[in-house]
């Protein structure tokens, strides 16, 4: 909602609104809260590296034009 309301008061100018979710990623955070080989099973396959989870950010920063949509995941 805020993103929308953001974009109309913007509207006429040459800025553009988006809503990023880049995701879970990887972090040193929840590596201090599991053991290392566990941390290393379970997240390395179910979590994004942080590159991976930063190209919806770059995306929106880069290349989106504004639409309809303004939520990207």
Known sequence: ???RQLAKKLKG???ETFCAN???AQSA???HLLPEWLYRL???LLLQTPAEAAQTVVY?????QQSVNFYYR
Do not use: I, K, M
Not at 60 to 64: K, L, S, V
């Open 29 to 31: 955070l929840y590596r």
């Open 13 to 15: 100018t040459n800025v």
């Open 42 to 44: 379970v997240f390395g």
């Open 22 to 24: 880049p995701g879970v």
């Open 1 to 3: 909602l805020f993103t």
């Open 60 to 64: 929106c920063a880069t290349e989106a």
